[in-house]
């Protein structure tokens, strides 16, 4: 019947027709088969066959190889030998993966797709126009195929999973890879680079990512794309401008702290990326903001973003990061559904339970504890006193005012400030005695440094180290080092803005949220600082609530932000805003938002 619509077509035919039965009824094994039934015997004997002739404005679509013209000069000599094969036992990657060591050739090249069976195929993004646009996508042979015949190796085996990243991003002018926090964005991201350098695709690649990821990326970079010569900005304000300018290096690594201070470079037309990617691209979320406003400004060609929480307090987040990737795409006033319509084809998002099935489970303990005597003696006086001045205020009153009393009765769940009591530690010390007698290690998260710091100085047997804001960037990877390696050394204070992203510590099992972030996606990156690709065993997650106290009402109200991610994906209802506005603001305390608030956007 297929076979009858080719021969019955007129030479008037459109090419959105063409677009319909090439793309979407037909894929490239069909084609061929097609081809084989029309060329047989009896069809040539049948008599002749209408055909028709289609005109493209350019060259017929071309299948990808990888002749970039500098590459040659690229590759230093030592990394033209082979590589030693590697052990049989798998293999864990700095981006925190565990992978199947590749398969060797003869001639010992690696072919790490080499006996996989999965054919990932470059799928034409749903706004593409143009018939011989598509027909390159739909035309090409699968992703796996691309890398065995272009000889490209890798460190290790990529998951499936990460191949269909790969080939998300290879074909999209704007792209959000969404996957959730250790499944390794990275590698999909650098591989898709590699491929579109190699191409010829592309030649000139930004990357930005937060100060402290630099040098995580360079060594992703020197990992999986070992070809690709690096440059990343940094030094005195002349250096910046001769890199920024330097044609030798097709990938160039800022910071978002830098992007501020040459946003005079970076803005003239004369300097244009063909590709910008922006890794925790939750940094924008605020389009008002000085970050967003140059970040967008950079003449480009492709944009995609890097994020584990593309909401992190509500659908303004995800609207912002749009206003980078393809501005005036979405609107603050799109309900949920249409939004998630709307994006569909621009973000990819995988959970770790829905790709990795045999990965060793996250275990969530509620650890919900009464005050001791002394904290809630303070913690009633603080209240009450803190509420009366609110009440005092009257319409004077600020949402400011009502969180230093919430920042106030928060720490006392903490420690009580009169004798240091703490019904917190006594817990966490009765789970650190049976963890290290495992031979185990443990992660303390809390949002306060004081905090941390009164946990040191009591947990000083089991040598814990610290990782927050005030430790000097020179000296974390040492933090780290000592923690992974001194069997001493049973813990590991860190701070949420410090440790919630660029850290990979999938060889420790447990994980104790002392105190609660504003945010369940902050925690749920902290989290996955340690339950992520690699992991060996169970992480068990110990999340520390007083009951009856300011903590419990947070947590209430903020339980409904996870639902928020689920619905955009999945498309359906309308829930409630991430964030906590004004009216759940002062309902904390049973009052109501003050008669000159009314009327404004919470």
């Not at 028709?52 to 350019?58: D, E, H, R, S, T």
């Not at 195929?121 to 035309?139: A, G, Q, W």
């Not at 100060?211 to 005195?236: S, Y």
């Not at 992660?443 to 430790?471: C, K, N």
Request: charged share 25%; aromatic share 8%; glycine share 6%.
């Amino acid at each position: 019947r297929h076979t009858r619509y080719w021969r019955d077509w007129s030479s008037d035919v459109c090419s959105s027709d063409l677009i319909e039965i090439v793309s979407e009824f037909y894929d490239h094994d069909q084609l061929v088969e097609i081809a084989d039934d029309r060329i047989d015997s009896n069809s040539l004997e049948s008599g002749p066959i209408k055909v028709f002739a289609i005109q493209l404005g350019q060259a017929l679509p071309r299948t990808i190889g990888f002749s970039f013209p500098e590459s040659p000069n690229w590759i230093p000599p030592f990394l033209a030998t082979p590589k030693p094969k590697p052990e049989s036992a798998p293999s864990i990657s700095t981006d925190g993966e565990e992978s199947v060591p590749a398969e060797d050739s003869e001639d010992g090249t690696k072919h790490p797709i080499a006996g996989v069976s999965k054919k990932t195929r470059l799928k034409p993004p749903r706004d593409l126009i143009r018939l011989e646009d598509r027909l390159y996508y739909v035309l090409q042979p699968p992703l796996e195929s691309i890398v065995q015949n272009a000889k490209l190796t890798f460190p290790f085996q990529p998951f499936p999973y990460q191949m269909d990243g790969i080939a998300f991003l290879y074909s999209r002018a704007s792209a959000i890879l969404a996957d959730e926090m250790g499944l390794g964005k990275t590698m999909q991201a650098i591989t898709a680079i590699r491929m579109l350098l190699l191409s010829g695709e592309i030649r000139n690649t930004l990357l930005v990512c937060p100060k402290p990821l630099v040098t995580n990326w360079m060594r992703e970079f020197r990992q999986w794309a070992p070809e690709i010569p690096i440059a990343v900005i940094q030094g005195d304000w002349n250096k910046r401008a001769w890199v920024w300018s330097n044609p030798q290096a097709p990938v160039k690594i800022a910071n978002y702290e830098l992007m501020l201070k040459d946003s005079s470079i970076i803005n003239d037309e004369s300097l244009h990326f063909d590709l910008v990617l922006l890794d925790e691209a939750q940094r924008i979320k605020n389009r008002n903001s000085t970050t967003s406003e140059v970040i967008r400004a950079i003449p480009r060609g492709r944009s995609w973003a890097l994020t584990g929480t593309p909401i992190e307090n509500s659908a303004e987040d995800l609207v912002s990061i749009f206003e980078f990737l393809s501005p005036g795409h979405l609107r603050d006033d799109m309900h949920l559904k249409s939004l998630g319509q709307a994006t569909r084809d621009h973000i990819l998002r995988r959970t770790k339970d829905k790709v990795l099935k045999d990965m060793p489970p996250k275990l969530n303990r509620s650890a919900d504890l009464e005050l001791t005597a002394e904290q809630r003696a303070s913690y009633k006086v603080a209240e009450k006193e803190g509420v009366v001045h609110l009440a005092d205020l009257g319409e004077s009153v600020t949402v400011q005012h009502v969180f230093e009393l919430v920042l106030r009765l928060k720490q006392i769940c903490n420690f009580d400030p009169a004798t240091g009591a703490s019904s917190k530690l006594e817990r966490l010390e009765a789970d650190m005695e049976e963890i290290a007698a495992s031979g185990q290690k443990a992660i303390v998260f809390s949002q306060w440094v004081e905090t941390l710091q009164a946990i040191a100085d009591r947990m000083e047997r089991y040598r814990p180290v610290q990782y927050h804001g005030r430790i000097p960037s020179n000296q974390r990877d040492g933090v780290i080092d000592r923690f992974k390696n001194d069997p001493s050394c049973g813990m590991i204070l860190m701070s949420y803005g410090a440790g919630a992203v660029g850290l990979n510590l999938q060889f420790c099992h447990y994980v104790f949220l002392f105190d609660r972030w504003w945010n369940p996606a902050v925690e749920d990156q902290a989290i996955n600082r340690a339950h992520r690709l690699g992991v060996k065993q169970p992480v068990t997650v110990t999340r520390m609530m007083a009951v009856d106290t300011i903590e419990q009402r947070i947590d209430e109200v903020l339980e409904q932000k996870r639902e928020l991610l689920q619905t955009l994906f999945a498309e359906a209802g309308t829930p409630k805003n991430l964030g906590l506005n004004r009216q759940e603001i002062f309902g904390l305390f049973g009052m109501n938002v003050p008669s000159r608030f009314k009327g404004f956007a919470a």
